[in-house]
């Protein structure tokens, strides 16, 4: 048996059944659907189209198959309901169009017609959403092209086409998140395949009834309760608190007295609860219900036979324990799929106003360590981890980091070079030097030529009685460290900041930039800057908060 | 102006530009509309669809007391169910509305300010 020619009688009655089988099926749809907007009416919208083309074509049926499919697009046009409704309708305005001039179309004529209203419906949408009925549609008429180049029967044709578009549906949960999310396929497109479902079963002269729904009860027991998650935010708010699910397995004897149909049966069971789905055939009915009394639900479910699969679950239990989880254990950080750099600068320092002023001037990580308080080798290969970087390079800012430092870059994996910057100001120099572009080795020398450049001048107080190089230091003196060297003490720290830096000024000095630790008071900045400004009138002066301890100031000369 | 919520941190203020573009980004994902038009384009006299970056300037947002009204001028292509589209950005955008912001809209006023016919 094959098709080769579609008059305007047949094509109507293929219309009559796709608009049957989605209205049978309408409910399924309806409970799939959570985009755009998951509020349960995809199904019933399609459904009032399509019945609306359908009834146009059967006020108009004719040999002639150009007037069938106007008739189809007026109906749709006018019934259009909800989204996937208006875009029902352009994919069969633009069906019609094409055959519009036809008494009786070919195979050819029937997949062009499928791409002509493909092409119709993504004019309509400014940003077209994939993973929904329009790539259904999309996938299908494409196939469908190819298949009539070699294919006459319009049969196998319609068989290929329905095959491409459940194929493409199964795939709508990869382009859509939401769907993946919910764990189902889109509802638009699954109310298309419908349609096509019923266009193939009148060709092959099947009556519908006898289609299996291809959507599993699982997918709609996840989107019906994904949709209880929407409106259920507090547990009290929870009005039917057990989610029933159970089988009935008819006995001839119950359903003899008793006859089954699937109407009655949800519509009998909707007085127990809500989010109810009911899928039937021959032998069994499978019920997913969320009720207050479950026991009235099964007692009634025993009317039709024997109960099997049962699963009861307190949903109210469910709820709090799923709050409580939430409160206890804060939402895990998304891995955040931070591409790889060429290179990563990690430095350590102490401070948060420093490691703000080495991230601002190019550094990826800042270990936080310093005087007194030296990272480990561990952290550091962490950090080294961290900045996901082919080549990274080290400033341990301190002499006693360089170990270290040194001992992580050759554990790692990644290129590593340690340029040895025993200073803050050190560092910065150093990464300032730094050049994107160029490779690690150049890097790392140019870096370690830039420490050189700069001076370090550092005030911090003595911790107790002691004789370093020749100085006498007395317990909370204020210390000057000229390139780590001491130089100086003094008992006032704005006094000992000025001596040092007279030792250390010179003609050459450019730049003057001052950072201040957390013991300073910005008044005591103020005053020390605009004495400086006056000694140094050749020098720029920059001022940062580095919010460091231990080191009242830290100064870099260049 | 803007949309104030008050939490037990403190208050957040929302910009009416942020619901603006909100709004205007769920229309858009709408079947139906290709775009949105300005609100001045019947006095301009021009037929101009707004680009991306300023299509909020279609998007018009009021407070009225407590109340949020939403007034959204939109461009629909030809052959389409024109109130079952504009019905459409009508829940898209409210939906959206209410699960980026929590807010919740009084009005949402659609005005259509032209057809676009692809198909000569």
Redesign the interface.
């Known amino acids: 048996m094959s098709v080769k020619v579609l008059n305007g009688k047949r094509f109507a009655q293929m219309v009559i059944q796709g608009a049957n089988h989605l209205s049978n099926n309408a409910k399924t749809v309806d409970a799939l659907n959570v985009f755009p907007v998951p509020d349960g009416d995809t199904g019933t919208n399609m459904n009032l189209s399509i019945t609306s083309g359908a009834k146009e074509v059967k006020a108009n049926v004719s040999e002639h198959i150009g007037k069938v499919g106007s008739a189809l697009a007026k109906g749709l046009l006018m019934g259009a309901r909800g989204n996937s409704g208006v875009i029902l309708s352009q994919l069969f305005r633009g069906f019609s169009k094409h055959i519009e001039a036809k008494e009786t179309i070919t195979s050819k004529d029937f997949a062009q017609a499928l791409e002509a209203g493909v092409q119709t419906a993504y004019k309509a949408v400014m940003k077209p959403v994939e993973g929904t009925i329009l790539t259904v549609a999309k996938d299908a008429a494409k196939k469908a092209v190819a298949v009539a180049k070699n294919e006459e029967d319009i049969i196998v044709l319609m068989e290929e086409t329905l095959k491409e578009a459940n194929a493409s549906l199964k795939r709508t949960p990869d382009l859509l998140p939401v769907l993946k999310e919910v764990g189902v396929v889109d509802s638009g497109g699954q109310g298309l395949v419908y349609v096509y479902e019923g266009f193939l079963a009148e060709l092959k002269g099947q009556r519908i009834e006898d289609i299996v729904p291809t959507t599993t009860m699982n997918e709609l027991v996840n989107a019906e309760h994904h949709k209880s998650v929407h409106s259920a935010i507090n547990t009290e708010d929870i009005e039917f608190g057990y989610c029933t699910e159970f089988m009935v397995k008819f006995e001839e004897d119950k359903v003899r007295d008793n006859p089954f149909t699937e109407e009655n049966f949800r519509n009998d069971l909707s007085q127990y609860g809500d989010s109810l789905l009911v899928i039937a055939d021959e032998e069994i009915v499978k019920v997913h219900i969320h009720a207050e009394q479950p026991g009235d639900v099964l007692t009634y479910g025993q009317k039709y036979g024997s109960l099997i699969n049962m699963k009861i679950e307190n949903m109210r239990e469910q709820h709090s324990n799923l709050l409580f989880e939430e409160d206890a254990y804060p939402a895990p950080k998304p891995e955040v799929n931070k591409k790889r750099e060429k290179f990563g600068i990690i430095t350590v320092a102490m401070g948060e106003g420093i490691a703000e002023l080495f991230k601002s001037i190019g550094a990826k990580a800042v270990i936080e360590g310093g005087q007194t308080m030296n990272p480990s080798t561990e952290d550091i290969l962490k950090a080294i981890d961290e900045v996901n970087a082919d080549n990274v390079i080290i400033l341990p800012n301190n002499s006693n980091i360089i170990m270290a430092a040194k001992q992580a870059a050759e554990v790692a994996e990644q290129n590593v070079a340690v340029v040895e910057s025993k200073t803050v100001p050190q560092g910065m120099a150093a990464i300032l030097a730094f050049n994107p572009t160029g490779d690690l080795a150049d890097n790392e020398a140019t870096m370690k030529e830039a420490l050189g450049s700069v001076k370090t001048g550092q005030i911090t107080f003595a911790v107790r009685d002691t004789n370093i190089d020749g100085v006498e230091i007395q317990k909370d003196d204020f210390m000057g460290i000229a390139d780590g060297k001491i130089v100086l003490t003094n008992k006032d720290k704005k006094a000992a900041a000025k001596e040092l830096l007279s030792t250390m000024m010179d003609d050459d000095a450019e730049i003057l930039t001052v950072i201040y630790g957390e013991d300073v008071s910005e008044e005591d900045v103020e005053e020390l800057v605009s004495e400086l400004e006056e000694t140094y009138p050749d020098a720029e002066v920059e001022v940062h908060n580095g919010k460091q301890p231990l080191y009242s100031f830290i100064f870099s000369i260049e | 102006m803007s949309i104030e919520l008050k939490t037990s941190y403190g208050q957040i203020d929302i910009s009416n530009d942020v619901v603006a573009t909100i709004a205007g980004g769920a229309a ?8 949105m038009a300005s609100k001045s384009q019947l006095k301009d006299g021009l037929s101009e669809i707004l680009r991306k970056e300023n299509f909020t300037k279609g998007v018009i947002v009021r407070q009225e007391e407590d109340q949020l009204h939403i007034d959204m001028y939109i461009i ?6 024109i109130s ?2 504009a019905h ?1 950005v009508q ?2 955008v409210k ?1 959206t509305l209410n699960q980026m912001l929590g807010l919740s809209v009084d009005s949402l006023n659609i005005f259509v300010q032209g057809v676009r016919v ?2 000569p």
């Not at chain 2, 994902?29 to 775009?35: A, K, N, S, T």
Request: include cysteine.
């Open positions: 858009i994902d709408c079947y139906g509309i290709v775009g629909v292509s030809y052959g389409t169910k079952e589209v459409n829940t898209k939906y692809t198909n």
